[in-house]
């Protein structure tokens, strides 16, 4: 496990702001620990929450938690946080053998957690949902403040459970059935809500080889792909190709995508992930991707025009994050079943190649979201910080 970081001496102190006054009492910093382990929509929300609880206390110490299985071992220490390992704990969906060994399990994580949130001094504890947010609830219950945020409209069991005994409950959308919660929307890196994608356009398509003056598709499942997007988009390359459509094509890491080059047309350039998100939004016209609730809510800050495919699994909950950029008239909704090299042909090409209907799907996407989400939450963060110590 990792080691918490100390707190360089002369670090700068703010003379106002929410949480200074009790770190002030306790004579040190506050330690914000994070806990959004998994999947990139469970970590990228918590790591902007870091950036800006860093903005307005740049004394403060972010601690992230996680897992050996997660995407954080990576995304975490290359953001510049601290991560600490703890046992994951899944919840079967399905009675099973695993259901049974449950309590073991979570009383083993919790322990492991309470340990890992005495070490590092916890201050509070902000959960994001997912195995990694449950025994972080458990373990601070009592103990340390606890943060909730929920960014889908159907709140998943961690938080349901958090939400109980949570000082603050924030919410990404109206609606989110959790006591006591606050709509803040989904905190974004700055990276995107500052992005100003025509400044970009030249420097984002020559960076990633696309033709520089050609309409272009972004195409993208998550960050393992999808199969039936990379299916139905490669499977219309030769037509995009023919009318003169770029592709930037983040297939997954464990895809491979074959695509025949076609003489004399734009490119069609297949990448397994996109390391540069902001940079592949600059360089795209129209973007095709699932809806989970971060990617929305990144498409939407960006004000690109978008063809949602929801995932088909789970509670619906993938279409109700595209239904309100779809009701504005900021994007196409295709359900996954319908989605064929044919639908990109018939629905994806023709708006593409529309630069009338691209810029008014974009001005469209102006004003969704919540572009400041990043700080309300960490004010909020460092309130219940502050409340601690009162």
Do not use: W
């Not at 506050?30 to 990228?44: K, L, Q, R």
């Amino acid at each position: 496990m990792s080691e918490p970081a100390t707190v360089p001496s002369g670090a700068p102190e703010p003379e106002s702001g929410p949480g200074s006054a009790s770190a002030a009492a306790r004579g040190r910093a506050p330690t914000v620990v994070v806990a959004g382990g998994g999947t990139a929509g469970h970590i990228e929300p918590a790591l902007a929450l870091a950036d800006a609880v860093r903005r307005l206390r740049p004394d403060a110490t972010v601690v992230a938690l996680g897992t050996e299985r997660g995407l954080e071992r990576t995304l975490v220490p290359d953001r510049g946080y601290l991560l600490e390992l703890i046992p994951p704990v899944p919840l079967p969906r399905k009675p099973t053998a695993e259901l049974l060994r449950l309590p073991l399990r979570v009383r083993n994580s919790v322990r492991r957690t309470r340990a890992v949130l005495d070490r590092v001094g916890a201050d509070v504890v902000v959960g994001f949902g997912g195995y990694v947010a449950l025994p972080a609830y458990l373990a601070a219950r009592g103990r340390v403040p606890i943060v909730v945020h929920e960014a889908n409209k159907h709140a998943g069991l961690a938080n349901k459970v958090g939400a109980r005994f949570a000082s603050r409950v924030a919410v990404a959308a109206p609606g989110t059935a959790l006591p006591g919660a606050e709509v803040v929307g989904i905190p974004l890196r700055r990276s995107i809500t500052t992005l100003d994608r025509t400044a970009l356009r030249a420097e984002a398509r020559k960076h990633f080889g696309l033709d520089p003056d050609a309409p272009t598709l972004l195409v993208f499942g998550g960050s393992q792909g999808a199969r039936s997007i990379n299916a139905a988009v490669s499977g219309a390359a030769r037509e995009l190709a023919e009318a003169g459509v770029g592709v930037l094509h983040a297939h997954g890491p464990k895809n491979t995508l074959v695509v025949r080059e076609f003489s004399g047309r734009p490119g069609y350039v297949p990448v397994p992930y996109l390391e540069r998100m902001d940079l592949a939004y600059a360089a795209a016209d129209v973007v095709l991707c699932r809806s989970g609730a971060m990617t929305v809510a990144e498409v939407s800050a960006v004000g690109l025009p978008a063809v949602f495919v929801p995932l088909p699994h789970g509670n619906g909950e993938q279409a109700l994050n595209a239904q309100p950029a779809v009701e504005a008239g900021a994007a196409l909704l295709v359900e996954d079943s319908a989605l064929t090299p044919r639908t990109v042909v018939e629905k994806v090409l023709p708006l593409v190649t529309n630069p009338q209907r691209v810029a008014a799907m974009s001005a469209a996407a102006v004003g969704l979201g919540h572009r400041e989400a990043d700080e309300v939450l960490a004010r909020m963060v460092l309130e219940a910080v502050g409340d601690r110590g009162a």
